[in-house]
């Protein structure tokens, strides 16, 4: 994958500058990090509005304070594990400003007061984080010594309490969330768990303050995100823009669409397919009535001529096969699911088969120690809703998509 | 306003079927034997006049799976 | 009175074996979720545990009254502590060993809500050595080891609990066969 300059309506921050990941190149452009104390922090990131980029975009400066209440030296963890297949912007990130994410992951542990950092990254990551961790020692950039854990290969193992997990020495599989994690985490210490980007904003917030970060985005979603393009698109790569950023603009700096597209999937294997209107905002409050939302910036193009209940039934199989393996609901549940929409999508149809993809899916959601049966579910039930005609072409006995002339597309 | 919710353990729960059994107004059985809320919901309410069968449902899990808690 | 003590002694031991197996084959049966004799699930769950209950109660009164039999020659810690009795010392020890575990099964059953199912599931476990062990004390350790009513009722004490295994490993034990089981993927990592 690789980046691709921007046009007008899509812009560099965190990627903008050469991006070689080297230490001098980083220095000269940004200089060393400030550093603050955790008042000026937490207003810096309220004023800023800077939200989580890990998927579920929450306000920073609050987990921060809820971290900051709880009683105990806190832990700082920055998740670049990404174990979503179809996004690449924590390893691009990792690869191409490391030292981004580095500053802010120690902005944050020096005013939480943390003593040990985390850097939980993907196997391709980790040579390139380690170097990047050399030379900051050797420049005496990094007061807060931070430990590097490889992440599983696996979908759950970037799960908030599989990383606590994980960098704690244990299975990366999701727990029972028997208090929060700002609460108690790694060995029972509050524990602040961020997402790659997420810091590198900070780092650049701590540099430039609210007002710069809010020249980007939208007034309520302000900034800029990372949105990887992928699926049917000429160029696909990881494009930075700001919230509100058209689709087909997106689209367009990935290369334009391959074919004629019919639908986009948006936020990620948990998210949700809306149609492939160019128009349309990548925006929580724009994306809302669709039931979808940016998520991680996973924006996964179908072209006209693929079958949108293939691609998801494809998608729920994968899904099933990456349960953690803990709770009865969910391995059980999710095949089954898998199963019944790839009846659907695959000619084996029978009346009452819609009916029961709605039911477990309802049955799902909720029982599990994480939101994968939700996640999973709900990209189902919105798949249902994006493709109803197709629904009810394969009920009829045919497929839209072989009807006009191609087979589905298959990766 | 606090209420009692019965909160499961999904590591922990083996589909016993105890709970179900102790506690009929709340919950069923799934198809595969887990407990499973009659209104939906992840966490059921325990209403007052529940909360002696609740905690017995607790108390007698083979998996120690359950827990009240208040929300 | 030392007569009393002794028939008290045998019978207990007797009984209380008993007990054990009966709880031995109802702790194996729960585990397949289904209900037995018209009772419901919760009710075998509870029949097993004060089965267990009477159980060590009545082991307690066998410890008891050997302990004041003189014939029996027990000290105290030959109560507590295996091998070392005067009268056929590894079949009593057997006995005392059996006693052990079964305090070590009741103590974190009852404490299990605060030691955690992980400690609670390992210590359980010891079941499976306690009930052979306390099987061969009784049919060794005491003089009715060679008469016919005991040896029939350690048959069938035998028999109830190897039913119960075979049943186990059937795979039309559980109520619902065609559940996935869980099992936590062990995900390869590269440190």
């Known amino acids: ?411 | 306003m606090s209420t009692t919710r019965l909160h499961v353990d999904w590591t922990a729960c083996d589909g016993r079927g105890l709970c179900a059994e102790l506690l009929p107004e709340l919950l069923a059985e799934d198809d595969w034997g887990y407990p499973v809320a009659h209104t939906g919901e992840a966490e059921p309410e325990v209403p007052r006049q529940l909360q002696d069968s609740a905690r017995r449902a607790v108390d007698r899990c083979p998996a120690l799976a359950l827990r009240l808690v208040q929300r | 009175m030392t007569d009393t003590l002794w028939y008290f002694g045998r019978g207990s031991g007797v009984v209380s074996l008993v007990l054990l197996s009966v709880v031995v084959a109802l702790g194996i049966g729960a585990r397949s979720g289904r209900t037995a004799f018209g009772l419901p699930r919760f009710a075998v769950n509870m029949l097993h545990r004060n089965a267990a209950l009477l159980a060590v109660v009545l082991l307690a009164g066998h410890v008891v009254s050997l302990y004041f039999d003189p014939y029996a020659q027990l000290r105290f810690f030959d109560l507590v502590v295996p091998f070392v009795g005067q009268y056929r010392p590894f079949w009593l020890g057997l006995g005392t060993l059996a006693f052990d575990l079964m305090l070590a099964l009741i103590a974190t059953s009852l404490l299990r809500h605060r030691l955690g199912a992980r400690t609670w599931r390992i210590v359980h476990w010891l079941a499976y050595l306690c009930w052979p062990i306390a099987l061969l004390h009784g049919w060794q350790t005491g003089t009715d080891g060679g008469t016919w009513w005991l040896r029939t009722v350690l048959a069938l004490c035998a028999a109830l609990v190897v039913a119960a295994v075979a049943w186990r490993v059937t795979p039309s034990f559980a109520r619902f066969p065609a559940r996935v089981p869980r099992r936590v993927r062990i995900l390869e990592e590269a440190r």
């Open chain 1, 1 to 411: 994958m690789t980046t691709v300059d921007a046009p007008a309506q899509v812009q560099l921050r965190l990627l903008a500058g050469p991006n070689d990941g080297r230490l001098d190149t980083h220095l000269g452009r940004h200089g060393r990090p400030p550093v603050l104390d955790a008042g000026r922090l937490v207003e810096l990131l309220r004023a800023a509005g800077l939200t989580g980029r890990g998927g579920a975009g929450f306000p920073t400066w609050r987990k921060i304070e809820a971290v900051l209440r709880a009683p105990g030296t806190p832990v700082v963890v920055a998740n670049g594990s990404e174990g979503e297949p179809a996004s690449g912007k924590d390893r691009a990130l990792l690869a191409y400003q490391p030292h981004l994410v580095l500053d802010g992951l120690q902005l944050v542990a020096a005013a939480l007061g943390a003593r040990t950092a985390h850097l939980y990254v993907a196997a391709a990551s980790a040579d390139g984080v380690r170097a990047a961790l050399a030379a900051r020692r050797g420049a005496g950039l990094d007061p807060v010594a931070v430990t590097v854990t490889v992440a599983p290969e696996a979908f759950v193992a970037g799960e908030e309490s599989a990383v606590v997990a994980a960098v704690s020495g244990r299975p990366a599989v999701p727990a029972d969330k028997l208090r929060r994690i700002t609460e108690s985490g790694v060995g029972g210490a509050p524990t602040l768990v961020q997402n790659v980007e997420t810091l590198a904003h900070l780092a650049l917030i701590a540099r430039h303050g609210p007002a710069w970060f809010r020249a980007a985005g939208t007034h309520d979603e302000p900034g800029t995100f990372l949105a990887t393009v992928g699926g049917a698109v000429d160029a696909p790569g990881v494009i930075e823009a700001g919230y509100g950023v058209r689709l087909g603009d997106l689209v367009d700096a990935a290369g334009g669409p391959a074919s004629p597209l019919q639908a986009v999937l948006l936020g990620g294997y948990h998210g949700g397919w809306v149609p492939a209107r160019p128009e349309l905002e990548v925006s929580r409050a724009a994306l809302a009535p669709f039931g979808a939302s940016p998520g991680a910036g996973i924006v996964l193009a179908l072209p006209a001529h693929a079958c949108g209940l293939a691609e998801t039934a494809r998608i729920a199989g994968y899904l099933a096969g990456e349960v953690a393996g803990q709770c009865g609901p969910c391995v059980n549940g999710l095949p089954r699911l898998a199963g019944t929409l790839g009846d659907l999508a695959h000619h084996r149809a029978r009346a009452g088969l819609p009916a029961e993809v709605r039911r477990l899916a309802a049955l799902v959601t909720g029982r599990g120690a994480c939101r994968h049966p939700d996640g999973t579910a709900r990209m189902i039930i919105s798949a249902m809703s994006a493709f109803d005609a197709d629904v009810a072409a394969h009920l009829a006995g045919r497929c839209l998509a072989a009807d006009s002339g191609h087979q589905g597309v298959r990766r």
